[in-house]
Every structure is written in C-alpha cells, then in structure tokens.
C-alpha cells in the first residue's frame, strides 16, 4: 500500500486509520483523509493520528492506490459524482457503506472501478472487528492481499459472495448490539439478586470473554460445551430450562432472521434513492 483516500471521518473511518498505524501498513503521512465539511473532525484526526486532512481533491488522491468510501450511504451518490473525476482504473475502491451494492458503486463511478464491498462491525473501534467482504471481477490478487491486510488491522476476516452480505449484515453486522442486549439483561438480573453493578459488570464481561474463547479453542461444537456444564438436578439445568420455556433460542433465530430481511429491504431502496439521485446529478 503507498497511499490511502478515506473518504468520510466517522467512527469506522477512523479505526481504520488507528488500526493501520498501529500495524505499521503505511507510514502517516500516506494517509489521507476527508468528509463533506466537517472542518473540526478533520482537525481532531490530523493531531490525533498525524494524518493528512484536506479539501483539496488534486492532492488527496494523487498517488492514491486505495480509496475507502466512509461516508454515510445516503450521501454516496453526491461524495461520489465529487470525487469519480479523480478516481481511475488502477485504484482499489473499499466501500464500507452498509446497504451500497457493488453495481451501484459502479454506477455512481461512471469507469470500471477494482472494488471490494465490506460488513465490519463496531467492535472495529477496538481491533475486534468481525469483517466480510466481496469482490467484483476486476480486482487483483495484489489487490485481495492488501484488502485483507487491511481489514486484519481491524478484527477477523472473511470472504463471501456479495448476496451473502445481508446475512451478515444480520448475524455480525449487527450482533453486537444483541451481545450488548444480554448484558443488559444479566445486569439487570444481577442486581435483582443482590450484586452491586460493577461488581456483576466484570464478572458479566469476563464470562463472555472466557466462553468465546472455549468455542473458539474447543474442538467441541457449543451445543457439547453448553451440555458439558450443565449437571442434572443443577444450578445450570435451571436457569437453561427458563430459557428454554421462553423461546430464547427461537427468538434469537427469529432476530437475525428479521434484521436480514431488513437488510435486503434498506439495501434494495438505497440502492435505488442513490442510482435515482445520480441521475438528478
């Protein structure tokens, strides 16, 4: 990688820049950043991390053999119709905007464009992103490798086909947001049977940690891991069958289910607000 454009300076925006420093990808002054008018984000990134910030399009994308597209995706269709001009067919565009197929990113550009598609999620802010990501025809092995260096620096990654990303969007996309959901609900409990709230805090936070670990080292399946703990007549065995008799597992099915199909449904409209608004442009 010799030079990185990132288009947007939100949240993900930003722990891609954290996360290619800290990995020593590409040294800071190679990394350029930008948004729509946001004068005082830009200045808070150029002292936090060293980075170039600029308006100045001639200069942000000279050179540039990356470009990230972090803005919000409803605003695709105008940051694009701003920058396709200096965009060209060496380049490898990584869009990180949820919902934005590739074809319309192909659309909104005007030019065959390298251009990976990608899902992270929040826990990207602190390098533990789950991340997967598709790829249109036109993007080199070269292109592959420095796409998944990159999303390396921000968690775990993974390859799938573009119709696929919806139900990621659903199952890892938004899945932090259920863990956060269960321990709400832990802490709530744990102060119901007398635990003060940090106290259950570290232990909460410390189980899910100790049991994502299990799975992810154990050669047993989660269904065996759960089974293994719980002893008949038990403690576990009670608490399991309350779950049981309130369809959480259903419900949990039920949710990623539902937050897939929403996906579909928002992806389809954006898609076509954005191809309908590139027109207008």
Known sequence: MKKMAVIGAGSM???????VLENGLMERENIWVTNNSNEERLHKLRNRYGVSASYDMCALFD??????????????ATAIAKIREYLTEQMLVISVLAGVSIK????????????????????????????????????????MEMAKKLFNTVGLTTIVEEEHLDAVTGLSGSGPAYIYYLIEAMENSAVEIGLNKETAQELIVQTLIGAAEMVRKS??????????????????????????ENGVQQAFIECIKTATAQSKKMGKALSTQLETAEQLL
């Open 219 to 244: 050669i047993k399946p989660p269904v065996q891991l759960r089974k293994d703990v719980t002893s008949p007549g038990g403690t576990t065995e009670a608490g399991i069958r309350v779950l049981e």
């Open 104 to 143: 319309t990113i192909e659309v909104l550009a005007k030019k065959p464009m390298a251009i990976i598609r990608s899902m992270p999620n929040t826990s990207a802010a602190v390098g533990l992103s789950a991340t997967a990501i598709a790829v249109n025809e036109r993007v080199s092995d070269e292109q």
């Open 63 to 76: 050179g540039a053999d990356i470009v990230i597209l972090a803005m919000k995706p409803k605003d695709a």
């Open 13 to 19: 925006a930003e722990a891609f820049i954290s996360g």
